[in-house]
């Protein structure tokens, strides 16, 4: 872990598999630690103690619906991936554009024209396709898909039909993709499919 500078709060940051993480901030001398879901979502950010000063719950699109305790810093939806909340406009940064949580839209044009094998593309305001629950865009340019839990459940669910029990098999599976697809498994939707995200 190393240290940076973010919005003028000093900010902890992890470099894992060669990706960089907002980890942490430290605000008034206190050291804040994030907790993320999945697509890295804060879901609760703690103390250096370990107890919980902040959670938040979302809706698809990120806007958040719940929230107990302040004081959780500027990262909340994919905050690990550096969506930065500005204030009071109601809209995250994200990589080159600005994003509005309130109608899950993008505020600017994509920079990048749709491709023809994948028709919502052409519409350059629209988030992630609109499956903002399997995928992000910390780029701001072209959403990143998280496929290792549905590949998992899908194996698992087959490898349950075959031994009699597909729900079983299924969650089983899920899990097991769940943990190697939140290791390892972001990919980028390109124009000719889906690539393996490289640094």
């Not at 060669?18 to 907790?35: I, L, P, S, T």
């Not at 554009?97 to 993008?106: A, D, K, P």
């Not at 094998?117 to 898909?145: A, C, E, I």
């Amino acid at each position: 872990m190393n240290h940076c500078e973010v919005g003028g709060k000093q900010a902890v940051r992890s470099v894992t598999f060669g990706h960089r993480f907002c980890v942490g901030f430290v605000a008034n001398g206190k050291v804040r630690v994030y907790h993320g879901a999945r697509l890295g979502s804060i879901w609760w950010v703690t103390d250096e103690s370990g107890n919980v000063a902040v959670g938040y719950v979302y809706e698809g699109f990120g806007k958040v619906v719940g929230q107990i305790g302040a004081g959780g810093g500027a990262y909340q939806f994919c905050g690990l991936w550096y969506y930065r909340n500005d204030g009071d406009a109601g809209l995250l940064h994200v990589g080159a554009r600005y994003y509005e949580v309130e109608t899950g839209r993008w505020v600017q044009k994509d920079p990048i024209f749709g491709a023809l094998m994948h028709p919502q593309t052409f519409n350059r305001y629209v988030y992630v396709t609109n499956d903002p629950v399997n995928s992000l865009d910390p780029n701001g340019t072209w959403k990143w898909t998280v496929i290792g839990a549905v590949t998992g459940a899908v194996g698992g669910g087959l490898l349950g039909l075959i031994v009699g029990q597909p729900g079983y098999g299924a969650l089983i599976g899920g899990m097991i993709g769940a943990y190697i697809g939140h290791k390892v498994d972001i990919y980028v939707e390109t124009k000719k499919g889906y690539r393996k995200r490289t640094n």
